[in-house]
């Protein structure tokens, strides 16, 4: 499948526009898209949308009920929830391209370099990586967090740390089988350095299955990070980060369920948007399902 | 053996209810106890884990001295007690025809035993840090007669035998049966003996029929660990518990109001606080101490953070300790805190921030996870509170192992710059000398605001050596005033206990000191 979709490289239409024409047929793809641009869209505005302060308390204006003055209440220190969420949108959105970003960035060419120069390379590295699967991914994020000690950054590098295994494999996969194309022969057999064979002519053969991987992945890696904020890994309380912000109102569920109901619906939606969106994608990247062909 | 054991007591227990056997005692029913926290293991004087002494400490065994609800001093195995030689020798007279839960007679022997193993140096135990902490030796005077000595006068020597699961009376018999720890059968002289115990689940006890005191008034004690906090309410709620501890400071006021639950707040000697790391540069200035204790308002915090569990600190100790004098509080003042900011020549910045001599008023306010009720809330509204006025001041959880390696850092090596703690025993000595004298900085001790006054040293000195108690009171009393106006702290409040039964649990009495709390030894049950 990986092996065709490069054979496909030469289709006539410009790659986004067939990916619109699929998308455009996948209502679930679309709502996907829809609340996802949404939720982006309050992220980038999100200082400018309310005037209440997302971070300072105000005591007397503890546990207020949604609607009123506050739109969504407000949670157990006064501060108006819905400036809290969507403050929260920016840290949740940005730590999970965040750590997904460090996950590529270590991951991809460790896959490289293991699938493509093989030998000691290979089984030293496929080594390492089998080390890190052998723990699930959030045992190994906590554990990063005890050496690197908690907050935002570090919280971000650990989820990252954590899922280097994933996209090291996969690359490692598509190049085993991408380095025996005759193509990649062909560029041996007129002089190709073996680094600007991987690069050029290999890697490009792995961005599909990446792309789909990582977008598929951000969801998993949202709600990894905001599991590890549940657990108070965070660092400051006072940051609107929806896990933390979950576990803190789970205290009051009885008294105030609405602070922990806030964080959990924009949780479930974001997460929801993104797998709805990556399996739509997921589908108009893969020439088998190409709408001309059907 | 254990198990032979346990089926011994269960046979004993059967013969004891069966219709022949004369007239049994009132005593009826289960008592189940949920408990916040575990047992760590079954010989209280190893071991520094509040449940241990509470359940373990309180029921099985019984102390030479005991507290009374107010922490006085009162008889407990010892009848009589006396001190001589400016305090370096108590000798206590003990209580006649008590055994142990084994038949070991209790005596002289008996006492000197625990107290020789509590002070051996090879085993290392809490007891001999704690309970019996400065005594040197232990000596048979007579076959109910003891004399206890120190180097140093033991002028805390009673308080630290009464106040947690430490200073217990062991059977010499049942210690030195035990090769390995893992076979230690509990075996003291209190109103409940032994049955099981399963780790992280139930302790059962059953009432001891030879007690020497008034007799327990339940047949069974049943103590479950039971940390998770909803699980605790759900079980009173259900009337699968008969009691719990700590009930969650945001739900009292709708337990209170069901049927057959009821929920009480009571004081106990602890208290929380946020150490400044005097030593740091931001926090040598006692002006600048002083500002930042005007910007906590307490008041608030208590009414909607703590959910009125709790009280105004008026002094470094809490108001249940028999020493505590309300010095003052440090009242709500932004402006105050302003001006003396300013005196202490602390600008404002063009970001807001204040900083003197290119230092900077910024601190990390650490607080560990969960270890505090209402902590994490505490520490945001205070951070907020400083940063109105220009201090930048951050708060970060950490996680409690975290939070201990970060506080056993030594001087030199300690990050601390703000950090919340607590503390609180029922000895003014061993509740201020661990957390203010300056040979207790860290590691050696938890001075986590490295504070270093030598009149506080020399004050703390003199009161460990002196035995009058109205000679300690004026003692103590300068100590909790100079602390209050030297402001090593930001005070906070005193800690509150929140206890839930049902309406049908009678008896049970507070006991604020630190393992005592909860006292079920005269609980019954009435259905």
């Given at each position: 499948m990986r092996i065709a979709a490069t054979a496909e490289?030469?289709?006539?239409?410009p790659a986004p526009a067939r990916w619109w024409m699929y998308l455009r047929r996948d209502r679930a793809g679309l709502v996907g898209l829809v609340l996802l641009g949404g939720i982006i869209a309050a992220a980038i505005a999100s200082p400018h949308?309310?005037?209440?302060?997302?971070?300072?308390?105000?005591l007397s204006e503890a546990f207020q009920t949604p609607g009123g003055g506050h739109v969504l209440g407000t949670d157990q220190l006064g501060r108006d929830l819905f400036a809290r969420v969507i403050a929260g949108a920016r840290a949740s959105l940005l730590s999970g391209i965040g750590a997904l970003a460090i996950s590529l960035l270590i991951g991809v060419p460790i896959g490289l370099v293991s699938g493509y120069a093989g030998g000691t390379w290979d089984d030293g590295l496929m080594a390492a990586v089998e080390v890190l699967m052998s723990f699930p991914g959030v045992l190994l994020a906590i554990l990063a967090i005890a050496v690197l000690g908690p907050g935002q950054r570090n919280l971000i590098l650990a989820v990252g740390l954590a899922s280097i295994p994933v996209f090291a494999r996969l690359v490692r996969g598509s190049t085993l089988a991408l380095r025996e194309q005759e193509y990649v022969t062909a560029a041996r057999a007129l002089g190709a350095t073996p680094s600007r064979i991987a690069i050029r002519h290999v890697l490009p053969g792995c961005i599909s299955p990446i792309v789909i991987t990582a977008v598929l992945r951000i969801g998993t890696t949202i709600v990894t990070v905001a599991g590890l904020g549940f657990l108070g890994?965070?660092?400051?309380?006072?940051?609107?980060?929806w896990g933390a912000m979950l576990s803190q109102g789970q205290e009051f569920l009885r008294r105030a369920p609405h602070i922990a109901l806030v964080p959990g619906v924009a949780i479930l939606l974001t997460v929801l948007s993104v797998n709805l969106f990556g399996d739509a994608f997921a589908d108009a990247l893969n020439p088998r399902l190409q709408p001309n062909r059907r | 053996m254990i198990r032979l054991f346990v089926l011994c007591v269960t046979l004993a227990l059967l013969l004891a209810l069966?219709?022949?056997?004369?007239?049994?005692?009132a005593a009826r029913g289960t008592l189940t106890w949920a408990l916040h926290v575990a047992i760590d293991r079954l010989d209280p004087s190893a071991s520094f884990a509040l449940a241990t002494g509470m359940a373990v400490g309180r029921n099985i065994f019984d102390r030479l001295v005991e507290h009374d609800e107010r922490l006085n001093i009162v008889p407990g195995l010892a009848t009589q007690w006396s001190s001589s030689a400016g305090g370096r020798t108590w000798t206590f007279r003990l209580r006649q025809g008590v055994r142990f839960h084994d038949g070991t007679p209790f005596n002289a022997d008996a006492v000197v035993f625990n107290v020789q193993r509590a002070i051996d140096p090879q085993l290392r135990l809490f007891a001999g840090t704690?309970?019996?902490?400065?005594?040197?030796s232990a000596r048979k005077v007579d076959e109910f007669t003891v004399e206890i000595s120190g180097e140093?006068?033991?002028?805390?020597l009673l308080n630290n035998i009464a106040d947690?699961?430490?200073g217990v009376i062991m059977s010499p018999t049942a210690v030195q049966r035990?090769?390995?720890?893992?076979?230690?059968v509990p075996t003291g002289t209190g109103p409940f003996k032994f049955v099981s115990w399963v780790p992280d689940g139930d302790l059962t006890l059953e009432a001891n029929?030879?007690?020497?005191?008034?007799?327990?008034?339940?047949?069974r004690l049943v103590i479950r660990a039971t940390p998770t906090t909803s699980t605790r309410v759900n079980l009173l709620e259900a009337g699968e518990a008969d009691l719990i501890t700590q009930v969650p400071i945001h739900d009292i006021a709708r337990l209170n109001a069901l049927r057959g639950v009821e929920v009480a707040v009571r004081p106990a000697t602890s208290w929380t606080y946020i150490a400044m790391n005097t030593s740091k540069p931001q926090f040598t200035d006692v002006r600048v101490r002083r500002a930042l204790n005007h910007l906590v308002d307490k008041r608030t915090i208590i009414e909607k953070v703590l959910f009125g569990v709790g009280r105004v600190a008026d002094?470094?100790?809490?108001?249940?300790?028999?020493?505590h004098r309300s010095v003052k509080v440090y009242q709500y003042d932004p402006g105050l805190a302003r001006q003396l900011l300013e005196e202490a020549g602390w600008r404002a910045g063009p970001d807001g921030v204040r900083s003197r001599d290119g230092q900077r008023l910024a601190a990390t306010l650490w607080v560990p996870v969960?270890?505090?009720?209402g902590g994490a809330e505490m520490a945001q509204v205070v951070a907020s509170a400083l940063r109105g006025v220009g201090a930048d001041v951050r708060v970060q959880e950490i996680e409690f192992a975290a939070y201990l390696a970060e506080l056993r850092r030594g001087p030199g090596e300690s990050r601390i710059e703000l950090v919340m703690a607590g503390w609180g025993t029922s000895d003014p000595d061993t509740g201020l000398r661990p957390v203010?004298?300056?040979?207790?900085?860290?590691p050696r001790g938890n001075n986590l605001a490295f504070y270093k006054n030598p009149q506080i040293d020399t004050l703390l000195d003199r009161g460990a050596a002196a035995v009058d108690p109205s000679a300690r009171e004026q003692i103590y009393g300068r100590v909790q005033e100079i602390i209050m106006d030297d402001a090593p702290w930001l005070f906070l409040t005193e800690r509150r206990e929140a206890v839930g039964w049902r309406?049908?649990?009678?008896g049970i009495r507070f006991i604020p000191s630190s393992a005592g709390l909860?006292?079920?030894?005269q609980a019954s049950l009435s259905r």
């Amino acid at each position: 499948m990986r092996i065709a979709a490069t054979a496909e490289r030469t289709d006539a239409a410009p790659a986004p526009a067939r990916w619109w024409m699929y998308l455009r047929r996948d209502r679930a793809g679309l709502v996907g898209l829809v609340l996802l641009g949404g939720i982006i869209a309050a992220a980038i505005a999100s200082p400018h949308i309310t005037r209440y302060d997302p971070l300072e308390p105000s005591l007397s204006e503890a546990f207020q009920t949604p609607g009123g003055g506050h739109v969504l209440g407000t949670d157990q220190l006064g501060r108006d929830l819905f400036a809290r969420v969507i403050a929260g949108a920016r840290a949740s959105l940005l730590s999970g391209i965040g750590a997904l970003a460090i996950s590529l960035l270590i991951g991809v060419p460790i896959g490289l370099v293991s699938g493509y120069a093989g030998g000691t390379w290979d089984d030293g590295l496929m080594a390492a990586v089998e080390v890190l699967m052998s723990f699930p991914g959030v045992l190994l994020a906590i554990l990063a967090i005890a050496v690197l000690g908690p907050g935002q950054r570090n919280l971000i590098l650990a989820v990252g740390l954590a899922s280097i295994p994933v996209f090291a494999r996969l690359v490692r996969g598509s190049t085993l089988a991408l380095r025996e194309q005759e193509y990649v022969t062909a560029a041996r057999a007129l002089g190709a350095t073996p680094s600007r064979i991987a690069i050029r002519h290999v890697l490009p053969g792995c961005i599909s299955p990446i792309v789909i991987t990582a977008v598929l992945r951000i969801g998993t890696t949202i709600v990894t990070v905001a599991g590890l904020g549940f657990l108070g890994l965070g660092g400051d309380p006072a940051l609107p980060e929806w896990g933390a912000m979950l576990s803190q109102g789970q205290e009051f569920l009885r008294r105030a369920p609405h602070i922990a109901l806030v964080p959990g619906v924009a949780i479930l939606l974001t997460v929801l948007s993104v797998n709805l969106f990556g399996d739509a994608f997921a589908d108009a990247l893969n020439p088998r399902l190409q709408p001309n062909r059907r | 053996m254990i198990r032979l054991f346990v089926l011994c007591v269960t046979l004993a227990l059967l013969l004891a209810l069966s219709p022949d056997s004369a007239s049994a005692p009132a005593a009826r029913g289960t008592l189940t106890w949920a408990l916040h926290v575990a047992i760590d293991r079954l010989d209280p004087s190893a071991s520094f884990a509040l449940a241990t002494g509470m359940a373990v400490g309180r029921n099985i065994f019984d102390r030479l001295v005991e507290h009374d609800e107010r922490l006085n001093i009162v008889p407990g195995l010892a009848t009589q007690w006396s001190s001589s030689a400016g305090g370096r020798t108590w000798t206590f007279r003990l209580r006649q025809g008590v055994r142990f839960h084994d038949g070991t007679p209790f005596n002289a022997d008996a006492v000197v035993f625990n107290v020789q193993r509590a002070i051996d140096p090879q085993l290392r135990l809490f007891a001999g840090t704690f309970a019996w902490s400065g005594v040197r030796s232990a000596r048979k005077v007579d076959e109910f007669t003891v004399e206890i000595s120190g180097e140093q006068p033991l002028a805390a020597l009673l308080n630290n035998i009464a106040d947690s699961g430490l200073g217990v009376i062991m059977s010499p018999t049942a210690v030195q049966r035990a090769r390995d720890p893992r076979d230690f059968v509990p075996t003291g002289t209190g109103p409940f003996k032994f049955v099981s115990w399963v780790p992280d689940g139930d302790l059962t006890l059953e009432a001891n029929r030879e007690y020497w005191g008034p007799p327990a008034q339940v047949d069974r004690l049943v103590i479950r660990a039971t940390p998770t906090t909803s699980t605790r309410v759900n079980l009173l709620e259900a009337g699968e518990a008969d009691l719990i501890t700590q009930v969650p400071i945001h739900d009292i006021a709708r337990l209170n109001a069901l049927r057959g639950v009821e929920v009480a707040v009571r004081p106990a000697t602890s208290w929380t606080y946020i150490a400044m790391n005097t030593s740091k540069p931001q926090f040598t200035d006692v002006r600048v101490r002083r500002a930042l204790n005007h910007l906590v308002d307490k008041r608030t915090i208590i009414e909607k953070v703590l959910f009125g569990v709790g009280r105004v600190a008026d002094s470094p100790i809490g108001s249940a300790y028999r020493a505590h004098r309300s010095v003052k509080v440090y009242q709500y003042d932004p402006g105050l805190a302003r001006q003396l900011l300013e005196e202490a020549g602390w600008r404002a910045g063009p970001d807001g921030v204040r900083s003197r001599d290119g230092q900077r008023l910024a601190a990390t306010l650490w607080v560990p996870v969960g270890r505090f009720p209402g902590g994490a809330e505490m520490a945001q509204v205070v951070a907020s509170a400083l940063r109105g006025v220009g201090a930048d001041v951050r708060v970060q959880e950490i996680e409690f192992a975290a939070y201990l390696a970060e506080l056993r850092r030594g001087p030199g090596e300690s990050r601390i710059e703000l950090v919340m703690a607590g503390w609180g025993t029922s000895d003014p000595d061993t509740g201020l000398r661990p957390v203010l004298h300056s040979e207790s900085w860290p590691p050696r001790g938890n001075n986590l605001a490295f504070y270093k006054n030598p009149q506080i040293d020399t004050l703390l000195d003199r009161g460990a050596a002196a035995v009058d108690p109205s000679a300690r009171e004026q003692i103590y009393g300068r100590v909790q005033e100079i602390i209050m106006d030297d402001a090593p702290w930001l005070f906070l409040t005193e800690r509150r206990e929140a206890v839930g039964w049902r309406s049908h649990l009678r008896g049970i009495r507070f006991i604020p000191s630190s393992a005592g709390l909860i006292d079920v030894r005269q609980a019954s049950l009435s259905r």
